[in-house]
């Protein structure tokens, strides 16, 4: 199955070609959110704190911060997934052009290179997370720039995908944004609408 028939069944239609989390940001923006550890209004209204602050893999490969600092806001997002996956159960998503780059599979932790090449390899679209080392697996290749993954968490209908460096999130249920703010804090990230309103 790929994100836009899991969509359809959710009852929105993505047309063919277009990628299903920038159409949720577009046509279905109030019920988009970004959650990182910096809020988005910060990043709107200070662009220069936000650069300083954001951080990519290409830091640690560069040199520009340790590979202990990034770990320690790695396993941030890892335990807002963690979070999510306590009541739902999660399967992750990808599209014809979710691997960044097949070198940077090698920036994932040893363990994990195999299985990831196995699942790339697989053709499916579909992935569900059976354990926590397939959770930390996708959320090293989408904090490592190896590849966009896109988790969807039922039965709470939500959809979230790496983006700049945080997640996009797409709550079906503006109900369930009370769960994504206690995941959220529990990790001391922030929560932020897309929405400009």
């Known amino acids: 199955m790929s994100i836009n028939e899991k969509l359809t069944e959710w009852g ?12 949720l940001l577009e046509y279905k923006a109030d019920n988009c959110f ?16 936000f650069d300083r602050l954001d951080l990519s893999y290409a830091d640690v490969i560069g ?25 739902n159960s999660v399967s992750v998503f990808t599209f014809d052009n979710s691997l960044l780059s097949e070198k940077n599979i090698r920036y994932l932790d040893k363990a994990y290179r195999n299985r990831f090449n ?11 997370i059976r354990t926590s ?3 930390e697996m996708w959320n090293q290749a989408c904090m490592r720039d190896v590849a966009i993954p896109t988790f969807v968490f039922e039965p709470s209908r939500i959809l979230l995908t790496p983006c700049w460096s945080c997640f996009l999130i797409y709550l079906d249920d503006l109900n369930c944004l009370e769960l994504i703010n206690d995941a959220a804090r529990s990790e001391m990230l922030s ?3 897309a929405s400009k309103k």
């Open 118 to 128: 196995k699942y790339t390899l697989s053709g499916e679209q579909e992935f569900p």
């Open 191 to 193: 929560v932020s609408p």
């Open 63 to 87: 040199g520009a911060i340790s590979p202990d600092a990034f770990s320690k806001v790695e396993k941030k997002y890892l335990g807002f997934l963690s979070r999510l996956n306590v009541k």
């Open 12 to 23: 929105i239609v993505v047309p063919a070609g277009v990628y299903a989390p920038e159409y």
């Open 34 to 49: 970004f959650a990182g550890r910096v809020s988005f209004e910060l990043k709107e209204k200070n662009r220069d704190e």
């Open 133 to 135: 080392e397939d959770l």
